[in-house]
């Protein structure tokens, strides 16, 4: 067989390989939407390893890994690390155990089980909802500033400082409120007890952190911030590695200043599986994160520029801005024994981005308007879609900008500038482009993101801070699923599957999520949703409790009561629910269990023991509060009687005495002489007649 005859093979098995990818993709279902937002690895010093979400091996961790739901990090000793998401940076310190529970487009919900973490909020929104979980409490940001915790080696304590800004620490059925320069230590689990300080001296990590603030603030004042949305993750490295300039056709463009003689962009990097997204670029470059999530790039003035989206909208994160060239075209027969490649060349402006995975029409219309400005959003549909054929990209022609590799290092997360395979541009001039990603098949390499070369010598965590279970305020998302082969190959789509649709239909929680009590997780196994159950008549509409500064209420137990009394007794508040990415194994006993689980293990006779003394508990604390009622009541009217016998004293002291009261009435004294000839009062008498009254005639 001559080559032009296998040239021939080859681009049949293209066409035909494109066409059944475009009706397969009209026959798929569409999926739940992925995340609006991922967060960055964007530096970190001394070991630091990386368990993507889903896997059980660990490997070293590389600068621009995006980061979502499920993905582990630990910092070994001696290390930092830093990891932008959203309006927040999160820096780890040495020794410490961190992951994301959940993180979407309103919500950043992390797990810490064990070290230090300093986090810097630059913004909270009314729909944002940021929690920080630990063994022992769970902590909601809210409002901006710079928070410090730490997390014990036991991980029955945790401080919480606020230099600036205010949180509140869920734990135990209470809720503490930590207020702007506060130290605050909470020890114990089932019951917390605060003590409260003041902030001391910072220490090295902490004017790590204060060094790191200052390049921020100025990142923000600088002219990427002008021209850049503020969601873009990592516009703060643009001004420091490149320079801003004006086009007639994009407006403001960027060029980086330093690059390789033949360096295009998505050329010196990676290509990653990271769920929900696929098929993701891990560019090498340290800037290497904003322009190749975001934006578009551009052909200007014999240098490559990159075109950002609106400014004034939230972006939208896409794990690569590029399209593809029919694979089976170009073959790398010749030098990698018959080994098919896969070649891409970065979208321009106003080209549509296509997801390798079948979403909504609403996502795909997001992704693409706040990157790039598209006037006609019918024609995205039509894309999408694939009702539009035969689309001339603009970066397709531009000499150098289509990078080729074999299959085996496009899957095996090597490094894609050292293995680049030239092409005729007449075979690329021919061969067909889409910008679907092909589908093709992960291996154990690119779900870690490293090739096994990179993996050697790779920190492991602890096994008990590694599976430590957390108290959590708001339940988060299902895991990702786990590695799965299913005849030597990886199930493509499990990662995703179970992850929400964004948080569109969820009602707004930012105020109430705040004083909501700890919600059990959906992974948790049903006969403890059957336990928690019997209880939820009598667990709704409780008050939450508080706990005093530097108080340690201990639990108290009442004696036994009959059964049918004990349903009329209300019932204490669900405890928070501890949190794990792993169900608990029978050889390994757990660290923190939560009382649902406990109630497992007890016979009927201990969990009845359990609820009568929390009813008893509770009913104490009730008669209690009735006891200092009464005593307020008896109190007041007391204060109201000796108010009124004050008044009747101020009163009887300013009266005259009675006898003078009357003596303006009574007659004067009569001498006695004249008194004969006066009748007493109420008889008729003798009276003496007048002067100037003559007799009366007597008749004869």
Known sequence: MNANSLLTRYRVAGLLLCLSFTLARADTPEEADPPDRAARLSLFQGDVSLQPAGQEEWANAVVNRPLTTGDKLWTDEGARAEVQVGPATVRLGSNTGFSFLNLDENTIQMRVTAGVLSVRVRALGDHDHMEIDTPNLALSILRPGNYRVEVNAAGDATVVKVSDGEAEATGGSQDVVVHNQQVATFRGTDRLAADFGTLGAPDAFDSWGFERDRLEQRAAASPSAQYVSADVTGYEDLDANGTWSSDPEYGYVWAPTVVAVDWSPYRYGRWVWVAPWGWTWIDDAPWGFAPFHYGRWARVDDRWCWVPGPRHVRAVYAPALVAWVGTPNFSVSITAGGDAGVAWFPLGPREVYVPARRYSPRYVERVNVTNTVIVNKTYITNVYNNNVTNIQYRNRGVPGAVTAVSRTTFTSAESVGRHTVRIDEREIARGRATAAAPQIQPARQSMLGVNDAARRNVRVPPEVVRDRQVVTKRAPPPSA??????????????????????????????????????????????????????????????????????????????????????????????????????????????????RTERRQNQPEQSIQREQQARGQQQLQREQQVQREQQAQREQQAQREQQSRQDLQRQRTASAPPREQARAPTQPAAIPRAERRDQPEPGKRGNQKKPDNQDPPQQPK
């Open 481 to 594: 699923a786990h590695f799965v082969r299913n005849s030597g190959q990886p199930a493509i789509g499990r990662e995703g599957a179970a992850r929400p649709r964004s948080t569109e239909n969820q009602p707004d929680t930012n105020a109430a999520a705040r004083h909501d009590r700890p919600a059990v997780r959906d992974e948790v196994p049903a006969v403890r949703n059957e336990a928690n159950a019997r209880d939820e008549g009598n667990r709704r509409d409780r008050p939450s409790g508080r706990i005093q500064p530097g108080g340690n209420d201990a639990a108290v137990r009442g004696a036994e009561v009959a059964r049918d009394q004990r349903s009329q007794q209300p019932q204490a508040q669900p405890q928070p629910q501890l949190h794990s990415d792993r169900p608990p194994r029978n050889d390994r006993p757990p660290v923190q269990v939560d």
